[in-house]
């Protein structure tokens, strides 16, 4: 591949801590592209919707290896909603990285590299964006992958409990619930998972208690 001629537009390159999924507190290189065809309700990265700046494979590959940390994850926006995106995963692998793959569920998942962690958000109804979900790409779902709901309110809990039992995601991929920052109080949830027994992981946005909440970079 000629890593001078492929191109994405991208927000942000970083390294920082970890917030979410089953990597969380591990220092990890986020690659933010720019773009994002939903617009959840309560979306915290609006500001990679447009802009960014349009970076060649080898700048995109070459600002990464110089943090010296072998977990990256690929996130956006929405990063699948540039085609280019999955180029870059699959070098990335092939460069010897653990690649996390962070995405709404509403694009096709079929052309993502299979040796990079999916973490798919399923989106409930509270994100005002169900409705543009790609329920196929929960079937491609596997072992080393993660399904994740943001919950807003108990709505969204019980709705994500049906999801769960419809698609036989538990046998299928490590869950995620986390509730959303400001909206949501924890101890509810928590004691909701607890009643139910879910066999879930309950995750806070840890970035968002180690900085301010609205803080870029991190």
């Known amino acids: 591949m000629d890593l001078t001629n492929r191109h994405l537009q991208v927000t942000e390159i970083f390294h920082s801590i970890q917030g979410e999924s089953s990597f969380a507190g591990h220092p990890c290189v986020f690659v933010r592209l720019t773009g994002c065809p939903l617009r959840c309700t309560w979306c915290d990265t609006d500001y990679a919707f447009h802009g960014g700046e349009r970076l060649t494979f080898e700048t995109i590959l070459n600002q990464v290896r110089a943090y010296n940390c072998r977990l990256v994850e690929v996130t956006g926006g929405e990063p699948l909603s540039q085609a280019a995106t999955t180029e870059l995963i699959s070098m990335l692998c092939d460069q010897g990285f653990d690649v996390l793959l962070e995405t709404s569920g509403a694009i096709d998942t079929t052309p993502v590299d299979p040796r990079t962690h999916v973490i798919l958000d399923v989106k409930c109804p509270g994100s005002g964006m169900v409705d543009r979900m790609d329920w196929t790409n929960l079937d491609r779902l596997s072992k080393k992958d993660e399904a994740k709901f943001v919950i807003k309110d108990r709505q969204d809990y019980e709705w994500a409990k049906d999801v769960l039992a419809q698609y036989g995601l538990i046998d299928r991929c490590p869950i995620l619930f986390s509730p959303v ?18 066999p879930v992981r309950f995750q806070v946005q840890l970035h968002k208690f180690i900085w301010a909440p609205d803080m870029r970079g991190v």
């Open 181 to 198: 920052f400001g909206e949501l109080d924890l101890q509810p949830i928590a004691e909701w998972i607890l009643e139910d027994q879910l």
